[in-house]
Structures are given as C-alpha cells and as structure tokens.
C-alpha cells in the first residue's frame, strides 16, 4: 500500500546584491541565511559575483543566447522555493547590477521569477536604511509575477549595526529582523504544501505559459 511521502524542508536562495566582498548587504544575508537555516529549511547562500553577466544587449542576446550568470541565476532560482535579495541602494533606487540581471534573467522561457515567493531586505550607512532601493525593486519583481512579501527589512547605520557575531548589535532590530523571517517562511510553506496562493492573473504579459486559477485555502 502507497504511504505518502514527507514533504522536504524548503529551499531558499539568499543573495546580497553589492558586488563588494564585504559589504554590508553581504553581511545581512549571511544573517539571513543563517536565520533560515535555523528553522530546518534549506538556504543557498550566494553572492552577486556568481552571477556575472554583461549590460543587457538585445543584439548579444539574438547572436549568442544568454549569458552564463543569466542561467546560472535562473539554475538557482528554479532550484529554490523562494529567494531573499539584500540590496544596497544607490542614489535613492535599485543597484543597476542588479535591475540589470533581473531584465537578462526575464528573457527565459518559462519566465523564472513568476509566482516566486520573495523578501526584500537592505542595508546601507543612511538613516533610511535603503528602503527607498526596495520600493523601486519590487515593481519589476511584481511585474514579472514574483509575489514579493509586504514586510520589507531595512537596516539604517549599517557600519555600526552588526555585533562581532554577525547577528545585529540592536536585539530589538535582531527579533524585527526574526520575525519578519518567520513570517515569510510560513506564507511560503503553506503556499509550497497547500497550494493556496495559486492564481491566474499576473501581470508580465510576455510569458504566455499556462498558469493555474486562484485557489484559496479556507479554516
């Protein structure tokens, strides 16, 4: 007689989005990373050199096909059940590195980033903490179907705010951060195990792959 078999632990990507090595945004999705891993689910811990890629060019792309950072992110993105993206921000928006692997990986087919669960987070030495980078990142994040989570996280003085541990010097910004984790992670196991969240309308309309209709779950 078939017996069911236990659903794995989910699988995350975590990446900062700074290309420098010890950057304050790689700093925070280490943290992350480990905040996630602490609740059994699985992370894969990246950073924005792993996917390097040339400036977009509609000519290469036609010519040579996609570049190998381009697929390796897409590799990693359809490997994952969800992904976190530190980003720093600059002059008030969304790191050109980044916006510019987000439009080399949207030319795949199918389109990789619809229906991901994401989260948002940043760091950076203002006292907004880069949050302005994260409101401009998730408009084509959501264009292209990604279900980016409300609760965004955005550390402010950053040269200051890690403690020697790699955990946040603040224990009130460290339990905000937590459970902001947390959260994530549960809407994104329930929509893993119970298929709730699934829906038809998106709004990127160059993928023309099926999708399924909206299932809601109901207690």
Not at 3 to 14: A, I
Not at 22 to 29: E, F, G, I, K, V
Request: proline content about 6%; aromatic content about 8%.
């Amino acid at each position: 007689m078939p017996t069911d078999t236990p659903p794995g632990p989910l699988r995350v990507l975590v990446f900062g989005a700074a290309l420098r090595t010890d950057s304050a945004n790689a700093r925070l999705a280490a943290l992350v990373a480990r905040l996630i891993s602490d609740t059994g689910a699985t992370v894969d811990l990246a950073a924005m050199r792993d996917f390097d890629m040339p400036l977009y060019d509609g000519d290469m792309e036609a010519a040579e096909g996609l570049p190998h950072g381009a697929l390796a992110l897409r590799d990693r993105l359809e490997q994952s059940d969800a992904f976190v993206i530190s980003s720093p921000e600059y002059n008030a928006s969304v790191p050109g590195v980044l916006k510019n692997a987000i439009d080399w990986v949207s030319r795949v087919r199918p389109q990789p980033f619809k229906t991901k669960h994401a989260m948002l987070v940043s760091a950076s030495p203002s006292l907004i903490g880069g949050n302005r980078g994260l409101w401009t990142l998730r408009i084509p994040l959501e264009h292209l179907g990604t279900r980016v989570y409300p609760d965004m996280f955005s550390l402010a003085n950053s040269y200051q705010a890690f403690a020697e541990d790699g955990s946040l010097a603040d224990p009130g910004l460290q339990q905000r951060l937590t459970e902001t984790v947390s959260g994530f992670l549960s809407l994104v196991e329930a929509d893993v195990r119970y298929v709730c969240l699934e829906r038809r309308w998106y709004e990127f309309l160059g993928d023309r792959t099926e999708a399924t209709i909206t299932q809601r779950a109901e207690s």
